[in-house]
């Protein structure tokens, strides 16, 4: 009984089973997919300083930020003294881009505007690849 | 020769890499499943920020999560600030970030931040970085959405709005 005979009808399904069982479990952790991130990177301007208000260069971008009247937690855009949409920043911040991707652009929040709205507008500046965004808080 | 004797060398090893694979398999899992944060936290797309790889974050990163609502869904005014798993006070994310900043230099800040949250809080955050030293603050967004049901209110689904484009 050295070795089993080859016709053996009794086969071993364990080690198939195993390997099933594995790959079951590979199969389940690697289908669940996660969100894919993206960092959008922002300064902030030195607090009691004041002076930043008189350095502001006359191409400085501003785009202000407000909360919505209504309570649909949008929050609201403000850019050229103008209310806008996101689309029509869009259109505006490509134009800006045009002429330049250095222009610095300063983004003034209202304390009870929505988080939504900053990253909205940060990330239409990205889109546009204007990266010097400065955040200031009204 | 019925039986193999005792001291055979040549072990059988197969049933023992079996058992290491799944326990390789199993801290993958519970590791993964451990280094997901806050669930309350839906933060807001971004598809044109930087890809952010987790893995590629310097480790002397500094990660504060802001939260809209408290761990039951309910919504709290002031916020929910929290760094790893517990939960923090601007003041003390100011003394961390001077400690730290007095011993490393410079670090990055990522904050992880509700879509809803007031920027009030986030401007908090923001002071008590700034006061200490760290004039770059990186937001979190969402690139790529795989997870998030759709039809979040006030949050157009990507599929549809790459549909739009």
Request: net charge neutral.
């Amino acid at each position: 009984m050295a070795r089993k005979p080859q016709e053996n009808p009794a086969l071993d399904m364990t080690p198939m089973i195993d390997v099933v069982f594995e790959l079951i479990i590979f199969f389940v952790v690697t289908i669940k997919q996660e969100d894919l991130f993206s960092q959008l990177n922002a300064n902030r301007p030195a607090p009691a300083t004041g002076k930043s208000e008189s350095s502001e260069s006359d191409t400085t971008v501003t785009i202000a930020i407000g909360a919505s009247g209504d309570r649909s937690a949008n929050g609201v855009l403000v850019y050229n003294s103008r209310e806008i949409t996101r689309k029509e920043l869009d259109a505006n911040l490509r134009d800006v881009a045009r002429t330049s991707t250095k222009t610095p652009i300063i983004v003034r929040c209202a304390g009870n505007s929505p988080h939504k709205a900053l990253v909205d507008v940060l990330d239409i500046c990205y889109k546009h690849k204007l990266f010097s965004v400065s955040i200031f808080t009204m | 020769m019925a039986r193999k004797s005792q001291e055979n060398p040549a072990l059988d090893m197969t049933p023992m890499i079996d058992v290491v694979f799944e326990l390789i398999i199993f801290f993958v899992v519970t590791l993964t499943e451990a280094q997901r944060k806050d669930e309350t936290i839906e933060l807001e797309d971004g598809q044109h920020g930087i890809v952010l790889v987790p893995e590629n974050l310097p480790p002397t990163h500094m990660q504060i999560d802001i939260a809209s609502r408290d761990k039951d869904g309910r919504p709290l005014k002031k916020g929910r600030i929290s760094m790893g798993d517990r939960e923090i006070t601007p003041d003390e994310i100011g003394r961390r970030v001077k400690e730290k900043y007095r011993k490393i230099g410079e670090f990055p800040i990522l904050i992880r931040a509700d879509y809803d949250v007031k920027h009030e809080v986030v401007a908090r955050v923001m002071n008590a970085c700034t006061e200490n030293g760290i004039w770059k603050i990186s937001f979190m967004a969402v690139a790529e959405d795989k997870t998030s049901k759709p039809g979040r209110p006030g949050r157009p689904h990507l599929s549809r709005v790459r549909k739009a484009r």
